[in-house]
């Protein structure tokens, strides 16, 4: 059984629009209590009223967030959120709720909270608020009417992160200053509408991200430098720079059209002479060449342009470069400003005092404990030297014999001759069971035992 207690532990979520919850057409009494209203206080029933919040408030916010809008309308989600016919009873309490913990803003107060006097569209329509809405402010009343517009605050950020990255991908980023016709035809995939264009200006204004400037009855934009950098004001270099541009562009499609139209009376001049109309032929010929000579004077101010502005470009860099320079050379200075020769000198003496002392100390911990005794290393030597002629004389082990084993004494010296080494020999091998063949018998064979 559904109950109030157990909605508020489920998570909240689910969106009709996207993804809805199986309740959404299946649980007839949960549904019915989301879509009722809000009681007229949360003390009368809190489990009540944070059981519904939590469902709605998310859910206004992730639908927006999926429609890719910032602009949203009691009305608009209404008809949105409509299930068998019947409409959310308690959507502007949500609202309000989201009004008040800032969620959410009046499309008319956040405009009024910039400064926005280049934003003409907007007087008398947006920072004007309707009389009913004043006297419902001034008599307290909170309701939100169907038809105010409404901002979601953090879409809104997000959407302007958006406009900003897209611009810095852009071609326009060559130069920060850029027609606000131009910007707006680059964001259109962006931002569904013109107000939604303007409030995401007006954003990147209130980040100090951009400048708006209407200069000779066009407005232009202006971008700081980096991500992280605050925008400075439009000034005549900025205005001049935005001039040259303008003037490149103007060259440039003056120079296609030209191009153009030398081709059409080329064109002409070839058709005149399949003709047979001479005349005609000449004075098209005569046309395409007076053409071809204004795109070589356009092409030569073209030039010129696009050098002044090549030159811009590079003082602008040069002068970067030169802050980067003079930063770094501040900071060093800081960095080395208790820092001389001198001071130097004495500290690198410190440390080989230090590592003196330190040997010093390892070295008579190494040598200093000796039990009492000395011990001489030459005395030591002989011993070793005796040792080692002693172990020389020693005879070396011999395999164990199964049969008869013989001491050190029946060892032959090398100095015994080879006849009396023969007669030793005999005599170990008789003594052996005739296991080994004797050297006068070389036909005796040694017989396996099976």
């Excluded at 092409?299 to 090549?310: C, F, P, R």
């Excluded at 404990?369 to 082990?397: A, C, H, M, R, W």
């Excluded at 015994?416 to 050297?439: N, Q, R, T, W, Y």
Aim: hydrophobic share 35%; glycine share 6%.
């Amino acid at each position: 059984m559904w109950s109030p207690e157990r909605e508020a532990e489920a998570p909240a979520g689910g969106d009709p629009a996207g993804l809805p919850l199986p309740e959404w057409e299946e649980d007839e009494e949960r549904m019915s209590f989301l879509f009722s209203a809000f009681k007229r206080s949360r003390e009368v029933n809190s489990t009540d009223w944070d059981s519904k919040m939590g469902f709605w408030a998310p859910l206004v916010l992730s639908h927006s967030r999926r429609q890719g809008v910032v602009r949203l309308r009691l009305r608009d989600l209404q008809e949105a959120f409509q299930r068998k016919g019947s409409v959310p009873l308690g959507l502007a309490t949500v609202l309000q709720d989201l009004l008040r913990r800032g969620e959410l803003q009046r499309e008319s107060d956040f405009m009024a909270s910039v400064d926005s006097s280049w934003i003409s569209w907007g007087v008398g329509v947006f920072l004007l608020k309707p009389l009913k809405w004043t006297l419902s402010n001034v008599l307290g009343d909170n309701k939100v009417p169907a038809e105010e517009v409404l901002v979601a605050v953090e879409l809104l950020k997000e959407k302007a992160e958006e406009v900003y990255r897209l611009y810095q991908n852009s071609p326009l980023s060559s130069h920060p200053v850029v027609a606000l016709s131009e910007l707006s035809t680059l964001c259109a995939g962006s931002c569904p509408d013109e107000r939604t264009f303007y409030l995401v200006l007006l954003q990147l204004q209130k980040e100090k991200r951009v400048t708006v400037l209407e200069q000779n009855g066009e407005k232009i934009v202006k971008f700081a430098r980096g991500p992280h950098a605050k925008v400075s004001p439009v000034n005549d270099v900025d205005v001049g720079v935005y001039q040259l541009m303008q003037s490149e562009q103007l060259l440039s499609r003056k120079v296609e059209s030209l191009s153009q139209e030398a081709v059409r009376y080329k064109e002409e001049a070839r058709r005149a002479c399949r003709a047979g109309k001479k005349q005609l032929a000449l004075r098209s010929l005569k046309a395409k060449q007076r053409t071809e000579k204004r795109i070589e004077a356009l092409h030569a101010k073209l030039d010129t342009v696009q050098g002044i502005l090549d030159r811009i470009y590079a003082s602008q860099t040069d002068q970067m470069v030169f802050n980067a320079y003079q930063a770094g050379v501040g900071a060093l200075k800081l960095s080395m400003k208790d820092v001389t020769v001198e001071k130097a000198e004495s500290l690198v003496d410190q440390i080989q005092e230090l590592c003196d002392t330190q040997d010093e100390v390892s070295q008579t911990l190494a040598g200093g404990v000796t039990n009492g005794l000395d011990f001489d290393n030459e005395e030591l030597e002989k011993e070793l030297y005796i040792l080692l002629q002693d172990t020389t004389k020693e005879p070396s082990d011999l395999p164990d014999n199964p049969h008869k084993t013989f001491d050190t004494d029946s060892v032959p010296n090398p100095r015994i001759s080879d006849a009396e080494l023969e007669a030793e020999l005999e005599k170990l091998s008789l003594s052996e069971g005739d296991l080994v063949p004797s050297s006068k018998s070389p036909k005796r064979q040694l017989e396996p035992t099976l």
